[in-house]
């Protein structure tokens, strides 16, 4: 599930904290970004015909202690954690990855997204907050053997990315751990083991400004040159694209000016360390996304589409963000509109809140990432205004797709129901146009 704007994890939460509300980045009917001005340049002087990359801003002030055209440290793989599934009786998707992982069947050993789910038992009853389900994000399955416990049974070892929460401090295990990945059980074990990374894992980059060009308050800092003078409190990386325009930012907490030296990026330009990078940093996997995102908006709906699924989230990410930062800009659009929702698309959660943000907000729109988020668009101020008509095309593929979704602590639901039924409490006509141009009014 996509997590919330209202950062309350109505959902479930991706990797990254929830910024809270939404927005409307363009005109529905040109297809013209709103409010897609430039907002940072090179300083007066620079022989530059281009765009700076990236600003480091003040976020006291929103002052901006430089402009650069490049970075390290922002794009790196976040790390991964290795389980073992010990005594496990795999089924379906795990089943099929542990055989493409010993290469003894096909597809893929990727598993997407995995949640696991403690078991109760007498000892540790339902409602216990040790069996609170976690989440481990692009999970792949790298080995098995087994179980010298139990032939009929698998020792299995996995890795993947914890999310944004973690795993819980002090989860139950003596009854076992089932686990899903939001539509098909995977598999119940009996119980599972960290595996620790070692001592000497080596770290990510270290993060530098290149070819910055630094405003006046930086450039005293420089050269005063005390430690004092060097730290720069807690600071925001903005990512511009290709226009100036901020398109995403990163929180860069404390960070301390550990060196400088002229750039070879150009004349007066400098190249800056600093002690501690931006938080979350991008996966290099995501870079083909954040390309395109960085040559601007989106002009022509669906581009989402073509992505799998981890590159379709980070699209969803930059969509969320942009879309909560922009909301208080624009008015709403008057009552009774009628908006056209193209569910061809529609393959998980993610897809049906891209579809739903492009039907109200044009290309690259958002409006909402999970009820209580989509109860905030509902509210005012992100697009459109109740009551409206919602004309959802093809939507047997959402029905297909998400219509029946397993909840973190594995409770079954139907994704597709729920909205409809959400927008219609909040008096939006929701019509379902089947294949071959009927209508299906509501469900």
């Known amino acids: 599930m996509v997590g919330s704007c209202a950062g309350d994890g109505c959902l479930r939460s991706r990797l990254t904290p929830e910024p809270y509300g939404a927005g409307r980045d363009h005109d529905h009917r040109s297809g013209t970004p709103l409010n ?169 980059p270290p993060f530098q400004l290149l070819g910055c060009a630094p405003s006046e308050a930086l450039s005293a800092a420089l050269a005063t040159g005390t430690r004092r003078s060097l730290r720069l409190d807690e600071a925001e990386l903005q990512i511009l694209d290709r226009t100036g325009a901020r398109l995403a930012d990163r929180l860069v907490s404390a960070p301390e000016i550990s060196g400088w030296r002229p750039s070879p990026l150009g004349d007066g330009l400098l190249d800056i360390d600093l002690t501690d990078g931006p938080y979350p940093q991008i996966p290099v996997w995501a870079r083909p996304v954040w390309n395109r995102w960085l040559t601007g908006p989106p002009t022509e709906p669906n581009l989402w589409a073509a992505y799998p699924a981890r590159e379709r989230e980070q699209w969803f990410d930059i969509v969320r963000e942009r879309g909560c930062r922009r909301f208080l800009h624009t008015p709403d659009r008057p009552a009774g509109r009628v908006y056209d929702l193209d569910g061809r698309h529609i393959t998980d959660d993610i897809g049906l809140y891209c579809a739903l943000g492009e039907a109200i907000n044009g290309p690259g729109g958002y409006f909402g990432g999970c009820l209580n988020a989509l109860s905030d668009c509902l509210n005012g101020r992100f697009g459109a205004t109740a009551p409206f008509i919602l004309r959802w095309h093809h939507p047997d593929v959402a029905r297909r797709n998400v219509g029946r979704c397993l909840a973190p602590d594995g409770a079954v639901y139907s994704l597709f129901d729920e909205v409809i039924g959400f927008l219609e409490e909040k008096r939006v006509e929701v019509v379902l146009v089947e294949q071959g141009g009927l209508l299906e009014a509501k469900r």
């Open 36 to 204: 897609h001005q430039p907002t940072h340049h090179w300083p007066p002087g620079l022989a530059r015909t281009d765009i700076p990359a990236y600003a480091l801003v003040n976020t006291d002030d929103d002052a901006a202690w430089g402009v650069c055209a490049d970075v390290t440290g922002l794009y790196a793989d976040p790390p991964r954690r290795s389980y073992e599934l010990l005594g496990c009786a795999p089924a379906g998707p795990l089943l099929d990855a542990m055989r493409a992982a010993a290469g003894t069947g096909a597809g893929t050993d990727r598993l997407g997204d995995v949640w696991l789910r403690p078991e109760a038992d007498d000892r540790c009853p339902e409602g216990s907050e040790r069996l609170d389900a976690w989440r481990l994000v692009d999970v792949r399955v790298t080995g098995s053997r087994r179980s010298p416990a139990d032939a009929e049974r698998w020792d299995i070892t996995l890795d993947g990315v914890e999310d944004f929460y973690g795993e819980p401090d002090d989860p139950y295990l003596e009854a076992g751990v089932s686990l899903h990945d939001e539509r098909t059980w995977l598999g119940h074990c009996r119980d599972l083991s960290i595996i620790l990374p070692p001592d000497d894992e080596p770290s990510g």
